[in-house]
Antibody, heavy 117, light 106 residues
Framework: QVQLQESGPGLVRPSGTLSLTCAVSGGSMSSNTWWTWVRQPPGKGLEWIADIFDSGRTNYNPSLESRVTISLDKSKNQFSLNLISITAADTAMYYC??????????WGQGTLVTVSS | EIVMTQSPATLSVSPGERATLFCRASQSISTNLAWYQQKPGQAPRLLIYGASTRATGIAARFSGSGSGTEFTLTISSLQSEDFAVYYCQQYNYWWTFGQGTKVEIK
């Protein structure tokens, strides 16, 4: 069974760049899979950020599109998220997730990112 | 963007009772819908996908139904561990989530 594990800095300075990585284990990064980032600010709901198909095709949340890049590295069994021009509003638990076409979503445990000087 | 609307916002139920949660999509999503349970400090836990398929290891008391724009999650007999927040999510076009239904002890 595929497992996902997020890693990241924990604390980011305002106006800085957030870089997160999701390691995929328990299997290779199969074809026909969407790889996704989702976030959840403290005490709030879930917000989809972006996803990338194994072909490299990407989709971005329009509210974040100007600041976000998602990428895929199959050789390292991982995918990544870059978010620039960080503000306090970006403080959240960040989750990576995946979904094989035709199947259900599967998620990592999340990593907390706090934006503070 | 497909907007997902959940109702009610809060559901007060006694242990052993049945709970029914609703989710409406702003446009048809076929059966590309998932339900999650989330407890404080934990990641969302997948309960149902494809509107009605239970995820691996999920108890039979959880069931989902619906297609198009109207969906339902039913918990047939609430156990103490079921009190949590429940989210619906569409994955027909990108991902969007409902605002959540909190199931609390009556």
């Amino acid at each position: 069974q595929v497992q996902l594990q997020e890693s990241g800095p924990g604390l980011v300075r305002p106006s800085g760049t957030l870089s997160l990585t999701c390691a995929v284990s328990g299997g290779s990064m199969s074809s026909n899979t969407w790889w996704t980032w989702v976030r959840q600010p403290p005490g709030k709901g879930l917000e989809w950020i972006a996803d990338i198909f194994d072909s490299g095709r990407t989709n971005y949340n329009p509210s974040l599109e100007s600041r976000v890049t998602i990428s895929l590295d199959k050789s390292k069994n991982q995918f990544s998220l870059n978010l620039i021009s960080i503000t306090a509003a970006d403080t959240a638990m960040y989750y990576c997730a995946g979904r094989l076409e035709g199947g259900g979503p599967f998620w990592g445990q999340g990593t907390l990112v706090t934006v503070s000087s | 963007e497909i907007v997902m609307t959940q109702s009610p916002a809060t559901l007060s139920v006694s242990p052993g009772e049945r709970a029914t949660l609703f989710c409406r999509a702003s446009q048809s999503i076929s059966t590309n819908l998932a339900w999650y349970q989330q407890k404080p400090g934990q990641a969302p836990r997948l309960l149902i996908y494809g509107a009605s398929t239970r995820a691996t290891g999920i108890a039979a008391r959880f069931s989902g139904s619906g297609s198009g724009t109207e969906f339902t999650l039913t918990i047939s007999s609430l156990q103490s561990e079921d009190f949590a927040v429940y989210y619906c999510q569409q994955y027909n076009y990108w991902w969007t989530f409902g605002q959540g239904t909190k199931v609390e002890i009556k």
